[in-house]
Every structure is written in structure tokens, then in C-alpha cells.
């Protein structure tokens, strides 16, 4: 049963534009959330995390925003590159932080 | 330069010959992590480490193995490989903080075919 799942498996998207990927979890003891980018024939790189104390965190072009009573968080992408061009998945833990649980991934592409 | 190695990078192979691939770190990551990819599943956890000797099943351990007896080493082991274990695995690893693993590492891939 898919923990973790992210519900669109590709996402076209203009340059210079916004990137919206969502991401939903149904395990409510999740407190630590992560996405990741993924070019193909690599592993996948970390991009940015989000603990549950948090409602938003940024870095750079990267938000993830996180709806606890939802299960639901977003990563926006502002402006989107072509470079961004990837697959990313989200990614939960527990408290614990010891095991982790993957979404299948969404594909996005930038046109430039 | 801070990496995860994988070796091999692809293997075939054929049902019941026993495999091991290894996964080596060289930043001193106490937390290491198996995890296999096939499509529409996305990344799965086989299994993790907290530390030397210390090792967990992930959410689908069954066919694997993992030793950690050396800090930058964290070899999966497939012992009878089936072909429902075809599918591409990477290893991965981070600092650990006591209740807390922080953003993991990941490896290249291997990726593994059995016939």
C-alpha cells in the first residue's frame, strides 16, 4: 500500500513559468518530508526538505509547502528552467527518521 | 569528491546464482540505505543502517541481505536471485542524528536483470 503518492506521472510546463508538483501521504506519525530530482541514468540528488513543526520552507527557485491537516505537500518551481527538466519524488519519514517512503515520481518538462 | 560508489553498474544474470552488489561511501555517513526502482512503484527501502552492525528491514526486505561491518560499506546481497527481482537498485547514505537521518546520498544504480 503506497504511502506516499504522487497522483500526476508528468507535468509540462513553460519556461520561465510556474512548477507545481503535489505530493499526498496517508500515514499521519510522518513528520519529515524531502524531494529529490532525478536526471535519467543517475541517482537522485536532494533538492529540499520540510519538517512537520513548518508550513513552508524555501530555498532559492524551491518552496515545499506542507498541509498537515491535508497530507499534502507542494513543491513550486519559480521561474521554471529547462535545466529543471527531471524526476522528482517526494519523500516521508517518521520521527524515527530511519525508514523511508518513496512516491512513484512525477516527470516534468520544461519547454523552453 | 563527496560520492556513493555502486558496483556493478549493470549485471545480468541468471535465476538462482548468488550476487552481491556493493555500495561504498567515503563521507563518513553513519546511515546507509538500500532501495530498488521499477516502474510505477517508484523507490522502495530494502534495507538501512544505522551504523555498524546495525542493520533494519525497509518495506520489502524479502530475497535480500545486507552486512554492514565497516562503515563505508554496505553490500546487497541477493542469495537465490528470481526475475521478479529485475529492476534497477540504488544505494544511498547520510549523517544520522539519533532520532534523525538527514538528506541522503544516492549512488549511480545498478541495474540488475535475471533470467
Known amino acids: 500500500d503506497q504511502q506516499v503518492k504522487q497522483n500526476s506521472p508528468s507535468l509540462s510546463v513553460q519556461e520561465g513559468r510556474i512548477s507545481i508538483l503535489n505530493c499526498d501521504y496517508t500515514n499521519s506519525m510522518f513528520d519529515y518530508f524531502l524531494w529529490y530530482k532525478k536526471y535519467p541514468a543517475e541517482g537522485p540528488t536532494f533538492l529540499i526538505s520540510?519538517?512537520?513543526?513548518?508550513d513552508k520552507n524555501e530555498d532559492g527557485r524551491f518552496t515545499v509547502f506542507l498541509n498537515k491537516s491535508a497530507k499534502h505537500l507542494s513543491l513550486h518551481i519559480v521561474p521554471s528552467q529547462p535545466g529543471d527538466s527531471a524526476v522528482y519524488f517526494c519523500a516521508a519519514s517518521t520521527n524515527t527518521g530511519n525508514q523511508f517512503y518513496f512516491g512513484t515520481g512525477t516527470s516534468l518538462t520544461v519547454i523552453p | 569528491e563527496a560520492q556513493v560508489t555502486q558496483n556493478p553498474r549493470y549485471l545480468i544474470t541468471v535465476t538462482g546464482k548468488k550476487l552481491t552488489v556493493t555500495c561504498s561511501q567515503n563521507m563518513n555517513h553513519e546511515y546507509m540505505s538500500w532501495y530498488r526502482q521499477d516502474p510505477g512503484l517508484g523507490l522502495r527501502q530494502i534495507y538501512y543502517s544505522m551504523n555498524v552492525e546495525v542493520t533494519d528491514k525497509g518495506d520489502v526486505p524479502e530475497g535480500y541481505k545486507v552486512s554492514r561491518k565497516e562503515k563505508r560499506n554496505f553490500p546487497l546481497i541477493l542469495e537465490s536471485p528470481s526475475p521478479n527481482q529485475t529492476s534497477l537498485y540504488f544505494c544511498?547514505?547520510?549523517?544520522?542524528?539519533?532520532?534523525?537521518?538527514?538528506?541522503?546520498?544516492f549512488g549511480p544504480g545498478t541495474r540488475l536483470t535475471v533470467t
Open positions: 544511498a547514505s547520510s549523517l544520522w542524528a539519533g532520532t534523525l537521518s538527514y538528506e541522503q546520498y
Open positions: 520540510i519538517s512537520s513543526i513548518k
